[in-house]
């Protein structure tokens, strides 16, 4: 991903106090970093459902739940000028996108650079060998709970159980994510990402590096044109991403909708985040589960004659990440969440 840096080390961010977004003046290049590259937002190759309606869909759903802010700016991706809000606007324009993503492919082809590595390469190994043993484990038929931890299994352990696992990574950037699970025995993967340079730049990387196999498309999970469903789905930041955008938390309940969608019954959800704790991602899929999560149970109970309770289910968390102790709370830097797909 070509998306997203950890602060300092000396930074006064942290999980539990959320930051709010710099001040406009101090963007460069490198301040790219702080959203992820996947920018959920209007894209210009439409949508399978009406984009006005999710929209009003998604208002309504705020304004009745009464737990979140309505942000008071227009709903469009083309918008020239930043608001007063400064980072958050800005970084939600689709120009801004495609210029960060013409830069990374221009150094790609002129010096071979892979781009920002999300998150750092130490995060991003992390991540992968944790959903892989967590994958593994549900495989064999043992479900950790929150009190288990994700047991490390062998490396020869992996293809035979994980060869059949559909994968989907959602803002894949510059796609080494995907390239590192298909090191680890998965071998169904697919990479979408809204900005074309993205993909450009995915494929031109696997293909250098030998993973022909890896598909990427151009798709706004938004107004997502994906007509199947992925046993595991990797977020690498696109949820923070939207969270950031002027209409984010409009956003984040279209995301919530569009996502349940894609992740199969009985996949998994895995969201790595810098802008949220473990524990507001589980109240935020608990607010979808009450609120969005039983329009779409309805549609199921319809076509299977089964009702489940709810969408998404917690089941666990990184536990390796460094802690650190600010205003009487323990937390990360970083948080890498898995739901089940009930």
Known sequence: MAGMRLPPEDSEMSQPARPGPPSVDLVSDDDRSVAADSWSIKS????TLDDDQRH??????????????????DYSSDKEEPDADGVSSM??????????????LTN???HG??????FGADVMDVVVTWTRNLCLQIAQGHLPTDADDVKYESAEDGDK????????????GNGLLLQELAK??????????????????????????GFPNIKFLVDDILETKLDRQFQLVMDKGTLDAIGLHPDGNIKRIMYWDSVSRLVAPGGLLVITSCNSTKDELVREVENYNQRGGSQLMELEAKDNDTC????????????SYPTFMFGGSIGSRVATVAFLRD
């Open 44 to 47: 210009e190759y439409g949508s």
């Open 56 to 73: 009003a869909d998604a208002t309504e759903a705020l304004l009745t739940s009464g737990n979140y802010r309505t942000a008071a700016s």
């Open 91 to 104: 970084l939600g324009l689709q120009s801004y996108w495609d210029a960060a993503y013409a830069d990374e």
């Open 108 to 110: 790609f082809r002129e």
């Open 113 to 118: 650079h892979v781009g920002e590595v999300w």
């Open 161 to 172: 159980h994980l060869c059949g696992w559909s994968v989907l990574d959602i803002g894949t």
């Open 184 to 209: 680890l025995g998965f071998s169904d993967l697919t990479g979408v990402d809204y900005i074309e340079g993205a993909i450009d730049l995915a494929r031109s990387l696997a293909d250098r590096d």
């Open 308 to 319: 489940r309770d709810h969408p998404f289910r917690y089941i666990s968390h990184v536990r």
